[in-house]
């Protein structure tokens, strides 16, 4: 049975009637247009209104119930960088809320990466080494003031992101046959001090020099064909 009522206690009310049940049993739906005409306590002393209304204190949402015939606030999970949950369940559209509802806001949260790569170079002479840093995002929910219709908005503060390590630099460049022998430490540490990463070039080989060739001669020269030795 789909109970219509103008005002959401109404409904409750009679569906509590028929279902004799409580009303924390009862799912209960709102036309979004018709919370925003209700909204009419925008701009006025709280005091003076009827209404409900739902604020975000210290990210927590604190939900007041109407009084007499006034009107239920409501909560709109616009911002995508933050769920909200009414009683254990994700909304997604703009929903009722009242005193014994439970309202949870769970962030987002972007973790922070570093990334560690070896390269040689096409000669196979040298090994360049990258660090990139990626610094992540943890949201939060924005405090708002007492509204019959909030709309949840998110901020966000950055997370450093982790530094490598030496050992980790060294793994990265044997895992390409890096000889020990060959890697440059003070590179890598040089390196690993910039805050934001880069490249460079942590190892080399030996290149090879030109040669020298020498002829000799093991016979005599001034030998003919046919004359003994």
């Given at each position: ?21 409580n009303a ?67 909304i997604n ?122 002829c000799r ?13």
């Amino acid at each position: 049975m789909i109970i219509h009522e103008v005002l959401l206690r109404g409904a409750i009310k009679k569906g509590t009637k028929n279902y004799r049940c409580n009303a924390g049993e009862l799912e209960t739906h709102v036309d979004p247009a018709r919370v925003k005409r209700n909204d009419a306590c925008q701009g006025k002393e709280r005091e003076d209104c009827k209404d409900g209304y739902i604020e975000i204190v210290s990210g927590k949402a604190v939900v007041a119930d109407p009084v007499e015939d006034g009107h239920y606030a409501a909560i709109d999970p616009a911002d995508a960088n933050v769920e909200v949950y009414l009683n254990g369940s994700k909304i997604n559209s703009v929903s009722i809320v009242t005193q014994r509802d439970i309202v949870e806001f769970r962030p987002a949260v972007k973790e922070a990466s570093t990334e560690v790569k070896a390269e040689l170079t096409e000669d196979k002479m040298k090994a360049v080494l990258t660090v990139t840093k990626m610094p992540g995002k943890q949201y939060y929910v924005e405090d708002a003031p007492k509204t019959g219709l909030l709309k949840v908005l998110s901020g966000c503060k950055e997370i450093p992101a982790p530094d490598a390590t030496m050992e980790r630099c060294i793994r990265e460049l044997e895992r390409i046959k890096v000889a020990p022998k060959f890697i440059d430490k003070d590179a890598i540490k040089k390196l690993l001090e910039q805050p934001d990463g880069g490249c460079a070039v942590v190892a080399e080989g030996i290149y090879p020099v030109d040669g020298r060739a020498r002829c000799r001669f093991i016979f005599r020269k001034n030998k003919k064909r046919g004359q003994n030795r």
